[in-house]
């Protein structure tokens, strides 16, 4: 999965300024999609030069303008295309994971604690994802 498709997502469910892109990432699919503020921003002038979305200045009291996002007709076409197609195998890539198969070469109470440091993690991330799911 791309970024593009995970903003068009996010816009197609409401018009979004980047700003609001980032915070609605961050209490919603930030452990299936996680991404910077440059990431998002450039990934949005890329969509804008293809024009799957299109942006407005919107006028901030004490603020500069902030732009915010709508879906064009034509990147809802590309949303429906993305979201109709065979999902593709993942790849992942996790430093705990790749740490855990050379924990040979680690001293014993390092791999403990980072074991024990990933588990607090999973459980804290499950516990966000409840609540998330409970609102």
């Known amino acids: 999965m791309s970024l593009k498709f995970a903003l068009l997502g996010l816009i197609a469910l409401k018009p979004?300024?980047?700003?609001d892109i980032k915070r609605i990432i961050d209490r919603s699919i930030y452990f299936?999609?996680?991404?910077?503020?440059?990431q998002i921003y450039n990934t949005l002038r890329t969509l804008r030069e293809e024009g799957l979305v299109s942006g407005e200045a919107v006028a901030q009291k004490g603020k500069p303008d902030k732009q915010v996002h709508t879906i064009t007709p034509k990147g809802m076409q590309a949303l429906q295309e993305f979201a109709n197609e065979p999902v593709r195998a993942s790849i992942t890539r996790d430093?705990?994971?790749?740490?855990?198969f050379f924990g040979n070469f680690a001293d014993d109470d390092v791999v403990i604690r980072e074991l024990g440091a990933y588990l607090d993690r999973i459980r804290n991330e499950r516990a966000f994802m409840e609540a998330t799911e409970a609102r």
Do not use: D, K
């Open 95 to 100: 430093e705990v994971l790749l740490r855990i």
């Open 32 to 38: 299936v999609w996680n991404v910077t503020g440059p």
């Open 16 to 19: 979004a300024s980047g700003y």
